[in-house]
């Protein structure tokens, strides 16, 4: 692997960047791997990485039906937290927050993570009180949280409209100061490209179209470019993971829905932190390249459709103005959306399922990219211990059989 | 300075009326009908930005939305517009424009060091570097951050409102050049309902920047003439100022329409938007084709121009963009350009053409001029700084031609199809090799014409644009019979194109060659891209961020889609484009938000007592959409000393409280009774009529959604009282059961919660408020017993009475129809004065039932908590199944660990626990500290005189009276408490049976 | 933007509906004699079909009926509609 550093990219510029090499290699597909991953995005790249790293198992091959991250990890609105209400998701989100912060470092490729804040506001007693709740779990759970009042915040954000004679005045919220974005694309990229320095096969327009058992196990992938055998198979494709589970016959608890993002044209900065508002389903930050990067709620019909409904961006634009008044002269540049799949808990699935060898990381809602790196590597232990990490136990595929949910609507930003 | 390249006739700006507006604070003259781009270059400026990246300066290239470069901002305070196009921008007197992304000046732009840096620092440096030390990166970051962004936000609120338009039509026309104005004829001369749209101020499109005839009349005549009859035709709406920038399915296009003011500002005359969302039957797209740009080194130089551009601001500005010029082109388009620059006066030096025979009329047209013509040969190279100097030609294979001095270099790499509003739908487009571009296919009711269609000659576009606006109204239901009669121009032959993408041999290597303007993408830095296994077309837009400028790539992508087939040695079908997004020009928030904005956000709701909670001097709360009293401060009272009179008034005397927000449905038909048995965790059948009782609805996962009274009003009918939050879920939920699950029941449903307002009276005086406001329902215990109800008159008004409470004191919920509402409210607490009636919020009534134990849904329950964990196990019937019955059984929800209502008390009674605060065992500063659970309601209880607080902790009913530790919210504090039964106030429900 | 087909009504813009899940899952008629497995499939578990899918709406701006509609999920067109019942 050619290493990333300003030496090195003065030293090469002076020979006209001629002799970089490409971040991944284009592998061969060979017959038969150790354990495959299908989905080349974020959560199945990690997953590569750590496996090979950490667990020494490198005989692995990423299969991705299109190109290299060009799912949610490439759709998303790139923001980082970890304040989750329940202890299971704390855990999980909190590890990953910690990878997050020399994930650069770890990778050698810069994913500009950027620690700007994140402020979740409030606009009802009802909403400061579940922000308390949740603040409280934070505290002692070991992350970082607090309780702002209008003023604090007003001074964090003045061009947040705080004024009470608002319809959706901010009457408090929280901080995670440790929380904030990343730059979604060289996450996908970093990850393949460690990856592949380990020996990783990462295989690009190759699309699986069904899988193999035998006596209950997992034996082989069926795909575009023909059968791949494996022992041990990790789906990992949002979006798509009902689909995939069928293909084995297993039923999942999952929705897919459209969620909707969009971008407006660059200014010069005009706010620092993260502000998330889940009264009004908006969230907002600003790129270092100057736009202002809007998240809006999920469509409620099922669908594929990677349009959404324009009504939604209707709706997150009215809140947006009336939180952000000096922002309705500044024009939406591009609106796009991705496909989320949405557990009935608004949890994850990262599980074992009935079929042996057959593991399924899923089910990430709207909370996919901040939990990368976390994800990953609970993922690769379990891919190869073929048992649960501790920190992923509790999102078992059994929890929609036992009760046992991990109800995180409230955290998850946006109204499922 | 007075237009010295304005030429003296001709252009379709009205002399007569000049006008002054501002550049930098320059003074800049132009006349009426002018853009800003015109304007300033008739006054010779051509340096009117710097790049996003290099800081380089860039000049005006384009005549319309496409252009990479010419971002300015306009006016300043509130009514700044950030970003906008000097080319679409019309000029207007006293308007302001600055320039963005440069300091100090745009002369002297010290961020123009970047360039001197650029060998290290190609596209996706920042991914290489930057990572060293760590704790460095946000200085880095603020670095990067304040470098990059260009215009600057507004520092004020908008003042300008937006409207919505909601429009149907059986024919939209996008675009009003020669094919959408045919169309558009066309089809209302078939009868159809026809709107057209186009982005620009007058309609015409590219018939206004040329010398050929339609019809035997001059081109922009004719368009004029056919604008005039369209907009007097029945049925036929014309917008200029209109850009249809989003295509959706369903067929839904989404117009935004400029409103011009005729009293501009200092931001000039744009005055607002509308977006209209037009479901049409039927779509033209006569959206036209974007020239494409050439490479060659230095080709980012102000002064280098689309060749087709330089022609409209001659013909239809009557402005030279420049003095001497040379014309570099792959196509036929560029001569016709040369002899509009003769024609105007301008020498033109040099044709550079790709094309080794450029033959054809034009070719000899020009060549009669005495223009000099390169066969075979490019521009490998341009001269100069702030403005190209010369240009040095070379033959295709790199032998040098000599350089030729000149100030305007016109490119032409032929036209690539505006598809972006079809490819938006993902309506389905070829590569046509003719026109080396994806040229679009009519699907699902969208008939592509002209240049979109990769018609591009004049005649071809009209009888396309005819033929297809024909086709629309036909297939829209609308024919009349009448004869097609198609526009008449000269033919002339289909443009040949000889692809040039790449220079060849070592001419590739020079640099820099800008592939994407706005964002400083160079050829170099796609090869470095797909060097690095960035192939895909979206790999590389991601990765050099081709195309993700404000310009959204229209000039950029589809040359680097040839670009990168040829270093792939691919087909350019096979790359593709990036994907297409709305918006195809942006559009502001305040356009999109539209009205929904301020007051009109969300609704609020009131009840009818609001002016009355106003004039008592009420706080208010938020609750969903409601806007409920929340307390009734007396001057100088804080909010303490308010809930703590409120709640003391109540448990001595009486109190009112206006609670006509609760949901409430009327359930009625022969099936009530099972339905709610069936809905309901308890039985309701044998519920005798006159009596009501309280209900605990659940989802299908056993968890508590909702809870409530419900009385039986009669046999068949029953009032369902829903929380306030809740009413419109429960209604939906009981709907969709009732209709889809169990269709047999002979149920009716009814939502009555604004019809009937609710007027509680608690307190042990209540029954003597009641009967002095004059009532003939008989008040006796015995006649009127806790947990029944009568129908009767209050103040002279029809009413029902519900004796229930909330509180736990004696209380009446009376409903009165809403219209009389506020009369009865005020007879209440006219006849309640000598009982010391006082008016309580909701806060005072949360107090109150924390004292009693009553839960709220939503505050002590959260999706996750069933009626055993709250103590309600009782309710369960197991005689009968109900909705979410099974779940209770699950292995979770038997769980003896699960989280259970406890009461806490503090040791120190003065001491309120945070709601929010979380319960531990053993304090300490270990995280993860294990958690019991949570406060989720805490007050000081004024009847108590101590502080009261309801939890949820694993196991706690087992342990009443634990030793229990809370966490304060803001500093790391643990307060002490025990647990203890959740009723801290007449445990025995003696109160509300008096 | 979906045009709902409402049975009673005729076509509206989506806005006027309600989204109501996956049809055709019947509520089991004894739940009790279901294992935890089989209630937590009629719970929780969804075919979430990519392609054809019979679909319940609500036209609660209007008619507030339930009906079915049958809709392809990945390019949203809309393929037929139905009652629970009566015909318009």
Redesign the interface.
Same mark, same amino acid.
């Given at each position: 692997m050619q290493f990333?550093? !300003?030496p #090195?990219?003065?030293r090469r %510029?002076?020979r006209?960047?001629?002799d970089?090499?490409?971040?991944?290699?284009?592998a061969q597909l060979r017959p038969s791997y150790d354990v495959i991953i299908v989905g080349a995005g974020g959560h199945g790249l990690a997953t590569a990485y750590y496996l090979a790293k950490l667990h020494g198992v490198t005989n692995v091959a990423v299969l991705e039906r %299109?190109? !290299? %991250?060009?799912g949610n990890i490439?759709r998303n609105t790139a923001i980082v937290r970890s304040n989750y209400l329940w202890?299971a998701s *704390?855990?999980i989100y909190e590890f990953s927050l910690k990878l997050w912060e020399?994930l650069?470092?770890e990778l #050698?490729? #810069?994913v500009?993570?950027?620690?700007r804040g994140l402020l979740n506001i409030a606009?009802?007693?009802?909403e400061l009180? &579940?922000?308390?709740?949740?603040?409280?779990?934070n505290?002692?759970?070991?992350i970082d949280a607090?309780?702002l009042s209008t003023e604090e915040i007003s001074k964090r954000v003045p061009?947040l409209?705080t004024s009470p004679d608002?319809?959706?005045?901010v009457l408090g919220g929280t901080l995670q100061r440790r929380g904030g974005v990343a730059?979604h694309? *060289?996450v996908a990229?970093?990850y393949a490209r460690a990856a592949d320095a380990l020996g990783v096969d990462i295989v690009?327009n190759c699309e699986v179209t069904g899988i193999r058992t035998a006596n209950g196990r997992v034996t082989a992938l069926e795909t575009t470019r023909g059968e791949i055998r494996a022992g041990t198979v990790g789906l990992v494709v949002a979006g #798509?993971a009902? /689909?995939l589970a069928?293909m084995a016959g297993i039923?999942?608890?999952?929705?897919?829905h459209p969620l909707q993002a969009l971008v407006?044209?660059? !200014?010069?900065?005009?706010f620092d932190p993260v502000v998330m508002s889940a009264a009004v389903h908006v969230y907002v930050h600003q790129t &270092?390249?100057?736009e202002l990067v809007l998240g809006a709620g999920i469509d409620?019909?099922?669908?594929?459709?990677l349009?959404g409904?324009?009504?939604i961006?209707?709706?997150v634009? *009215?809140? /947006?103005?009336?939180l952000f008044?000096?922002?309705?002269?500044?024009?939406?540049?591009?609106?796009?959306a991705g496909t989320v799949d949405v557990c009935?808990d608004a949890s994850p699935i990262i599980s074992g399922t009935p079929i042996k060898g057959l593991f399924m990381n899923c089910g990430w809602g709207t909370g996919g990219f901040k939990a990368t790196p976390g994800s990953g590597w609970v993922f690769a232990h379990t891919l190869a211990h073929q048992e649960p990490h501790p920190l992923n136990e509790p999102f078992s595929l059994d929890?929609?059989?036992? %009760?046992?949910?991990i &109800?995180e609507?409230?955290a998850a930003a946006v109204a499922h | 300075m007075s237009q010295p390249f304005r030429l003296d006739h001709g252009g379709r700006v009205d002399r007569d009326t000049p006008l002054q507006f501002t550049f930098d604070g320059r003074p800049i003259d132009a006349f009426r009908g002018d853009t800003v781009a015109s304007a300033l270059l008739a006054n010779g400026v051509t340096l009117v930005g710097r790049s996003f990246k290099y800081h380089r300066p860039r000049g005006i290239v384009s005549a319309g939305a496409e252009d990479p470069n010419a971002f300015v901002q306009l006016g300043h305070g509130a009514r700044t517009l950030p970003n906008r196009l000097a080319t679409v921008t019309a000029a207007t007197p006293g308007l302001k424009v600055r320039h963005v992304n440069a300091w100090p000046t745009l002369e002297y732009d010290v961020m123009s060091a970047f360039g001197l840096v650029a060998p290290f620092i190609p596209a996706g440096f920042y991914y290489k570097t930057l990572m060293w030390p760590r704790r460095l990166w946000p200085l880095y970051e603020h670095f990067l951050r304040h470098a990059a962004g260009l215009g600057h936000a507004p520092d004020a609120p908008d003042p300008d409102r937006y409207d919505h338009v909601h429009a149907h039509c059986d024919v939209l026309v996008v675009g009003a050049g020669p094919a959408g104005l045919a169309a558009a004829r066309a089809a209302a001369r078939a009868g159809a309902r026809v709107i057209l749209a186009d982005e620009q101020a007058e309609a015409g499109g590219s018939l206004l920047s040329t010398h050929e005839r339609v019809d035997g009349l001059p081109a922009p005549r004719w368009a004029d003439a056919t604008t005039t009859e369209l907009a007097a035709t029945r049925g036929v709406t014309v917008l200029p100022n209109t850009t249809a920038f989003g295509l959706y399915e369903s067929n839904l296009v989404l117009l935004a329409e400029r409103l011009i003011t005729d009293q501009p500002d200092s931001a000039g005359s744009e005055n607002g938007a509308r977006v209209w969302r037009v479901l049409p039957k039927q779509i033209v797209l006569a959206t036209g084709a974007h020239e494409r740009p050439l490479l060659f080194a230095n080709n980012d130089r102000p002064g280098v121009m689309l060749a087709g551009a330089i022609s409209t601001y001659v013909n239809r500005y009557a402005v030279a963009p420049g003095s001497r010029a040379v014309l570099f082109t792959n196509n036929d388009a560029a001569y016709r350009t040369a002899l509009d620059l003769t024609d105007a006066g301008v020498p033109v030096a040099a044709i550079a053409d790709v094309r080794s025979d450029p033959a054809g009329d034009l070719s000899s047209e020009v060549r009669a001029q005495g223009i000099a013509v390169h066969a075979g040969a490019v521009v490998r190279h341009a001269q100069g700084g702030r403005r190209v100097a010369a240009v040095e030609l070379c033959s295709l294979d790199g032998a040098p031609l000599g350089a030729v001095e000149c100030d305007l270099l016109g490119v032409s790499g032929g036209f690539a199809p505006a598809l972006h509003l079809h490819a938006q739908a993902r309506g389905p487009s070829e590569w046509d090799p003719t026109l080396a571009a994806f040229v679009p296919r009519g699907a699902n009711g969208i008939h592509p014409a002209g240049a979109v269609a990769g018609q591009l000659g004049l005649a071809d576009a009209l009888r396309q644009g005819t033929q297809a606006g024909s086709t629309a109204a036909a297939a829209a239901g609308c024919s009349n019979g009448s004869d097609l009669e198609v526009p008449r121009a000269n033919e002339s032959t289909q443009a040949f194109i000889q692809p040039y993408w790449l220079p060849p041999g070592g001419l590739a290597r020079a640099k820099p060659q800008f592939v994407d303007l706005h964002e400083d993408v160079t050829l170099d830095d796609l090869r470095l891209s797909l060097r690095e296994g960035f192939e895909s077309i979206e790999h590389v837009k991601r990765y050099t961020t081709l195309g993700m400028g404000p310009d959204q790539g229209k000039l950029a992508n589809p040359l680097a889609t040839g670009v990168i087939a040829e270093l792939l040695g691919r087909d350019p079908a096979s790359v593709g484009t990036p994907r297409h997004r709305p918006a195809y020009s942006p559009v502001s928030l305040g356009a999109i938000a539209g009205r929904h904005i301020g007051p009109l956000a969300d609704p609020v709701r009131v009840t009818p007592m609001q002016d009355w909670h106003e004039a008592a001097g009420a706080r208010f709360e938020n609750v969903g959409q409601w806007r409920r009293a929340w307390y009734y401060p007396q001057p100088g009272e804080s909010m303490h000393e308010a809930v703590a009179r409120e709640c003391l008034a109540v448990r001595h005397r009486v109190g009112i409280l206006d609670y006509s927000t609760l949901g409430k449905i009327e359930i009625t038909g022969p099936d009530a009774g099972e339905f709610l048995d069936r809905v309901y965790t308890n039985a309701w059948k044998r519920l005798r009529p006159g009596r009501c009782r309280y209900g605990l609805m659940l989802g299908e996962d056993g968890m508590i959604f909702d809870d409530g009274v419900t009385a039986r009003l009669d046999d068949q009918r029953y009032l369902m009282f829903t929380s306030t939050s809740n009413a419109a879920p429960v209604l939906a939920s009981l709907e969709q059961w009732l209709q889809t699950e169990w269709p047999d029941l002979r149920v009716y449903l009814t939502s009555v919660s604004e019809h009937w307002s609710n007027i509680a009276l608690a307190g042990p005086r209540s029954r003597d408020v009641l009967a002095a406001a004059g009532t003939d329902i008989p008040l006796d215990r015995r006649d009127f017993p806790f947990m029944t109800f009568r129908q009767g008159h209050v103040a002279g008004v029809q009413a029902r009475v519900f004796r229930i409470s909330f509180s736990g004191e004696l209380s009446y919920e009376i409903n009165v129809p809403a219209d009389c509402a506020r009369h009865v409210w005020e007879a209440l607490v006219d006849a309640g004065r000598p009982f010391g009636i006082t008016p309580y919020g909701t806060e005072t009534m949360h107090v109150l039932r924390a004292e009693k134990g009553f839960i709220i849904v939503g505050q002590e329950t959260d999706g996750s908590v069933t009626p055993d964990d709250v103590g309600l196990g009782r309710l369960l019937s197991r005689r009968k199944d109900f909705l979410g019955k099974r779940s209770l059984s699950r292995p979770d929800s038997v769980r003896p660990d699960r989280k259970q209502l406890v009461g806490l008390l503090t040791d120190d009674p003065n001491q309120i626990l945070p709601e929010g605060g979380h319960v531990v065992d053993s304090p300490g500063p270990r995280r993860p500290l294990p958690m019991r659970g949570h406060v989720t309601s805490s007050y000081f209880s004024p009847v108590l005189g101590r502080s009261i607080a309801l939890a949820m902790v694993t196991g706690g009913r087992a342990a009443l009276g634990e030793r229990l530790y809370v966490a304060t919210l803001h500093d790391n504090r643990w307060l002490p408490a025990r647990s203890c039964h959740p009723v801290f106030y007449d445990p025995e429900g003696a109160r509300q049976h008096v | 933007m979906l045009l709902i087909p409402c049975p009673w009504c005729g076509p509206r813009e989506d806005d006027e509906f309600t989204f109501g899940g996956e049809a055709d899952f019947p509520r089991p008629a004894e739940p009790e004699a279901l294992t935890d497995e089989q209630w937590a499939d009629y719970l929780f578990m969804r075919d979430n079909r990519r392609g054809r899918h019979r679909e319940q709406w609500c036209h609660t701006a209007g008619c507030r009926r339930w009906f079915i509609v049958e809709r392809d999920t990945v390019t949203n067109e809309i393929l037929g509609a139905g009652t629970y019942g009566g015909s318009p």
């Open positions: 990333y550093s !300003l #090195n990219l003065i %510029g002076l006209g960047h001629r970089w090499t490409p971040a991944w290699r284009k %299109g190109w !290299l %991250g060009g490439g202890d *704390a855990h020399s650069s470092q #050698n490729y #810069n500009m993570f950027s620690q606009h009802s007693e009802q009180h &579940d922000l308390a709740r949740r603040v409280g779990a505290r002692l759970n070991g607090e309780l061009v409209n608002t319809r959706y005045p730059r694309d *060289a990229w970093g690009e #798509n009902t /689909v069928s039923r999942l608890p999952i929705l897919s407006t044209e660059p !200014l010069k900065p005009v &270092d390249r100057g409620a019909p099922v669908s594929y459709d349009n409904n324009f009504r961006i209707e709706h634009l *009215a809140a /947006v103005c009336e008044p000096i922002f309705s002269r500044v024009r939406m540049l591009r609106q796009w009935p929890r929609f059989t036992s %009760g046992a949910l &109800d609507h409230g | - | -």
